[in-house]
Structures are given as C-alpha cells and as structure tokens.
C-alpha cells in the first residue's frame, strides 16, 4: 500500500485498471469491486459509506435474483474481497465518499463500476489477454471502460485527500453500480446522495472522443430511456385435440410486439421502441401459456420517452386482455434526458489547458449522440434544483468499439484525466 499522500502515478493508475479489468462483475453484483474500492479509500482516510443506505431500495432496478446475488458475494469472497467490507455492504453494491464530510455538499462526481455481459476476446492482439490481466470470469468483462474509470476516481480521491484542508465544501464521489442497463443511478440519485448539490460531474472514457488526446468538454443529446421485461401467463391445451381450451401467451406477446413498434412517433423529437428478445411457448403441439419480452423506449426528452413507454403499456394491457393472458410488467432500467450546462462547459475547457495530454485542436465544447447514460439521472436532479452538470468524453484510441469483445484503451488517458478532475474541482471549489 502506497502512502495516503503521495501523488497518484500513470503505473499507479494502470495498475488499479488492470486489477478491476480482471475481476469484472455483473452490474448491481459488484461485490468485490465495491469492497476493494472502499478498501482504497480507507487507506486515504476517508469514511466510505456502503451498504442499504447508498441506494433507496423500491428505486434499484433489474436486480439479479436473490441466488445469483449470493453467489457473486461468495465469489467475491473467495477472490479475496476484504471481509469486513463485504459485512458492511450487507448485500448492497455501490457507496459514496465525502472528501469533507464537515462541510455542505457542493460537488459531486459519478464514477461507474460496473461490467458488461461480454466474453472477453483471448485473441493474442487484445492487450488484455497478451499481458495477463483479461478477466477471470467467463461472460462477464470490462468493456465498456468503466475499470478505467474506477482508477479514476480512486485517483481523484487520493489527490482530493492531499489537498482536503484547503477545500472549502464537501466534494462528494458515487461509485455507482449497475449503469449498463441504466439501473443503478436512479436509486442512488432517489437516497439523497444529491441533495443540495450545486455541481454534478461524470466523465467516459473514449465515445465520440475516440482519439487520443480529444476532449468533450460537455456531452448532450443522451435520450431518456425505459427498460422493462413483459411477462404474459396464458393456458396450455392440446394444439390438435382441443386448442380452443387454450390462451396462447406466445401470440399475445407477438402482437404486442407488433404493436409497440407500429406506435406514431412524437412530433418534438426522436423517439425509440425495441423489444429485443421474445421467449415463448414449450413445444410445437402446445399452446404456448408463457413468454416473456425484453423491451425498452426512448426519447429525446423524458418526456418523449414516456409517451413511448406508456402507450406500450396500454398496448401490452389490451394484448393480455385480448388473449386471456395475466400479465406483469417489471421496471429493469431507466434514465433521463439531461445535457451539459455551458457554465460548466467553459469550466471544463479552462481546466484542460493545463493538462497538455488534451490537445486544443481536439478540444470540442460539445457532441451529441450517445444513446443513453444514467448520469443524466443525477444531472437531471442537480439542474432541477438550480444548479448545473456536465459529461465529459475523455479523449483515447479504443482497439474496438465499446462493449465489444476485444475493447480495450488507451492507459495513457488516466493521469491526465485524474488531473483535469482535479482541476474542475479545485476551480469550482474556489469559485
Ligand atoms: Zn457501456
Ligand atoms: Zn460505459
């Protein structure tokens, strides 16, 4: 363990990612994550608040079931988790630390943690797989960049300790689980965990800013999404002998499949629908008395998004009508729409000219079409109280596209975006 004051290091920084990239977890199951993150911070001397109190329970959505939760946590366990953490954290991923805790809350920054369904590539050509630090759980990687910006953040708090007596408000970090999926934020943001908040920060690594050495100071345009799971329960009978005694859950959920995608599109902007799975029915003379839909909306505002979802409500109500079937809805994910604040905006591009890995040729103010983050939940909630947010793209070349197998970037783009972090801070702290 280094010393809680001594600057943080690029071999430091790429270090963290690394030991994060191999120990991926699913989102909302960050066990071992969480508990090693908490550990770091710890050692800084901060207090890391873990366990029921840093997400409101009724607002997590698409949680893992009770069994694939427990094993995570054994794994994590057995991967070495520091224990007393995992106590702490009680069966709850994610936490929040305050640099000051004695003073008002002013800045706060959100950190993702989690990790994608993805099976990372062997290819001798992924970085990851060459230099021994691929991920040791099948099916599950990091690639997405979030690993990268965990060190981030455990780098921005060991800067922010080094400097704690000369701050003049409570800079609060969300290491926030479950963001693929837009599940995690809600609840988080729902807690309180923003409450009086004057500025909101996040930051990705690559996106649009897919050169090393670019910088979007203020990201905009994410959409408003909804993700929700359909599940139709209807009546098996003989597909020959008596079918008319059946409800058929398979032909219910295809028309509202049908349906949802035929749905008039909002005149004040764009506007998604996609059920992306449809399971049905057990066998080929049997009418089908199951199926279950993965679906999900979005919107350029939020407001767009929910003329989406609700008119796919109606529309999956009266299919279950029309066919005799019981049907449940369940709320998986969800997000606002938010964009960056020019006030923030213009701090951010203060900040970047003294750290020289931004380039001012490569610097833009703004971009624009990202699909959708659960960021925009707490920017949402910060701008809706008077004060401001921006989403940051941090300049780095990717070997593939995020979410791919063989994702991967550029470690170079830590330090620098530790120090830019650090500057905005310093610079709204001060301001
Ligand atoms: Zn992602
Ligand atoms: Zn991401």
Redesign the pocket.
């Known amino acids: 363990m280094t010393e809680p004051h001594s600057p943080i290091t690029q071999e430091r920084l790429t270090a963290l990612r690394r030991l994060f990239h191999r120990h991926a977890e699913a989102g909302m199951a960050e066990f071992w994550t969480t508990a090693r993150i908490a550990e770091e911070l710890e050692a800084l001397g901060l207090s890391p608040v873990v366990g029921e109190t840093v997400s409101l329970p009724e607002a997590r959505m698409g949680m893992p079931d009770d069994d694939v939760l427990r094993a995570a946590e054994a794994q994590a366990a057995e991967e070495g988790a520091p224990q007393a953490w995992l106590a702490r954290m009680n069966g709850v991923t994610g936490l929040v630390a305050d640099i000051r805790p004695d003073l008002p809350v002013h800045t706060v920054l959100r950190f993702d943690i989690d990790a994608?369904n993805v099976q990372e590539s062997h290819a001798p050509e992924h970085r990851p797989a060459r230099e021994g630090f691929a991920s040791l759980h099948e099916g599950l990687c990091h690639a997405?960049g979030h690993d990268g910006h965990i060190a981030i953040g455990l780098g921005l708090a060991r800067e922010l300790a080094t400097v704690r007596d000369r701050l003049r408000h409570n800079v609060r970090l969300l290491f926030q689980p479950g963001?693929?999926g837009c599940r995690g934020a809600r609840a988080m943001t729902a807690a309180g965990w923003l409450a009086g908040a004057r500025h909101f920060i996040a930051a990705h690594i690559g996106m649009h800013a897919d050169n090393d050495h670019a910088l979007v100071c203020g990201a905009r345009g994410f959409l408003a999404t909804t993700k929700f799971d359909v599940e139709f329960t209807g009546r098996a009978a003989h597909a020959g002998a008596e079918p008319q005694k059946g409800a058929n859950s398979l032909l219910a959920a295809a028309s509202a499949a049908l349906n949802m995608h035929a749905l008039p599109r909002h005149g004040d902007g764009d506007s998604r629908v996609t059920v992306g799975t449809l399971n049905a029915g057990s066998g080929r003379n049997v009418i089908a008395d199951h199926a279950l839909m993965t679906c999900e909306t979005r919107g350029a505002t939020t407001a767009i998004n929910d003329y989406m979802f609700e008119h796919c409500r109606s529309i999956i109500e009266h299919t279950a009508a029309m066919y005799e079937q019981h049907c449940r809805l369940r709320l998986m994910g969800g997000s606002d729409s938010a964009d960056s604040d020019d006030t923030l905006i213009r701090v951010v591009r203060e900040a970047a000219r003294s750290v020289p890995w931004f380039h001012d040729e490569l610097i833009l103010d703004t971009a624009s079409g990202y699909g959708s983050d659960d960021a925009c939940v707490p920017m949402a909630a910060v701008q809706k109280m008077g004060g401001d947010a921006v989403y940051l793209m941090l300049g780095s070349r990717l070997a593939a596209g995020?979410?791919a197998p063989d994702f991967d970037f550029n470690e170079d783009v830590l330090l620098p975006s530790v120090q830019l972090l650090k500057n905005i801070v310093l610079a709204l702290d001060e301001a």
């Open positions: 994608l997405c963001e693929e995020h979410h």
